[in-house]
């Protein structure tokens, strides 16, 4: 039954008082950003752009951005104990500590939403160099996740100001990944609504998807979704809660081992999924099993489609329709030991939405990880 619903825009009229031009970049804290940074460049092809660290004055941290198209991740560590971010990796692991967004104007979007009811994390702050400036704002979100506004104006520096430019000898190739498609957050029972108000109120977006627990639902376990977009769509939220099933909900796994809410998955676009994914697997990606059965009848619920189905099968690509076209998605296993963050790698060939006819296949095999580590 398609209880699939997708909800009229507001009265679009009103200017948008956050208008977001996309991820800028995605910051990790991390246990060691110099081996997480050669993980991203090894795995999935990264480049390297820029440093901060004590060479360049940064006495508290060490970091890592690095860039695929317009993929930027930055990775930091603390140098030492006893502060906010080697507290935060104490409590959560590895993880998504920022997703920053680019903006015109960094002021007006942290007193567009501060005045909203947002939390202050960080108010306008101006970053200077001999290559510009850089404004920088941010509230917090879900958790202890935060977003930041990047204004970036004409700075013409490698990545931002207090940064230099990394210069690095091993330059594996890159595979393909083009920008940041959607980026997930986990909350707690009972929090996703809460969750979407705030990102209507004070960011202005709209739900413009909503999967009740029918929709994602095994057996054994359960979640809700609300898909949260941004005026003009260049920037997507899911938000999940657990929901009651006979045994434990993956989210509920995450909110365990994360200790508390945060970004559960960031998904990577592509246009040519077979080729990136053939070239993860082959750096050493791991991705979940798809049963054969899936491929059995997915033609017969998607229809045609550009690709041969062997090659998608052989990699565990996920397949799935909507009205205005298809899509090809496959995830990863948690990149870290820890059984959080993971990544989706998605090819969209016209479809908007998110695979929700793939939910029950992918649940399936997210449970079977789930039980292998004995938390379902
Ligand atoms: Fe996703």
């Not at 909800?7 to 997480?36: S, W």
């Not at 409590?91 to 680019?102: M, N, P, Q, S, Y």
Request: charged share 25%.
């Amino acid at each position: 039954m398609e209880t699939l619903t997708a909800t009229q825009p507001k009265a679009a009229a009103q200017t948008d008082f956050l208008p977001l031009q996309g991820t800028d970049y995605v910051e990790f804290y991390v246990g060691n950003a110099r081996q997480a940074a050669h993980f991203y460049k090894t795995a999935f092809g990264f480049q390297s752009l820029a440093y901060s660290g004590p060479e360049t004055g940064n006495k508290e941290t060490a970091r890592y951005v690095i860039r695929q198209n317009k993929l930027t991740l930055m990775l930091t560590t603390p140098l030492r104990p006893n502060n906010r971010i080697a507290d935060h990796i104490y409590k959560h692991g590895d993880g998504v500590k920022v997703i920053a967004l680019k903006v015109e104007d960094a002021t007006s979007a942290w007193k567009e939403t501060t005045s909203r009811g947002g939390k202050s994390y960080m108010e306008p702050t101006t970053l200077q160099d001999e290559n510009g400036r850089v404004v920088m704002s941010g509230i917090h979100t879900y958790g202890d996740t935060v977003h930041l506004f990047i204004e970036r104006g004409d700075y013409n520096g490698v990545f931002m100001p207090g940064f230099k430019k990394w210069e690095s000898n091993y330059n594996p190739p890159e595979t393909g990944l083009l920008y940041v498609d959607h980026c997930v957050g986990n909350v707690g029972w009972n929090q996703m609504n809460p969750w979407v108000k705030f990102y209507e109120d004070v960011m202005g977006f709209r739900n413009i998807l909503t999967f009740d627990d029918n929709d994602i639902s095994t057996e054994y376990s359960a979640l809700m979704s609300k898909v949260m977009s941004n005026g003009n769509g260049y920037v997507k939220f899911p938000i999940n809660e657990p929901a009651e099933g006979k045994k434990k909900s993956q989210v509920e796994e995450y909110l365990d081992f994360y200790d508390g809410e945060g970004v559960q998955h960031c998904a990577l676009a592509t246009n040519d999924i077979v080729k990136t994914v053939t070239d993860l697997q082959s750096r050493g990606v791991e991705f979940l099993k798809i049963p054969a059965s899936y491929y059995e009848t997915v033609l017969e619920r998607v229809g045609k489609i550009d690709e041969d189905l062997q090659p998608l099968q052989d990699l565990g690509i996920l397949i799935d329709r909507d009205d205005e076209g298809y899509l090809l998605q496959i995830f990863s296993k948690p990149v870290e030991d820890r059984p959080t963050l993971f990544f989706e790698i998605i090819q969209r060939k016209g479809a908007k939405s998110f695979g929700k006819g793939n939910f029950k296949a992918l649940f399936e095999a997210l449970e079977k990880e789930q039980d292998a580590r004995g938390n379902l």
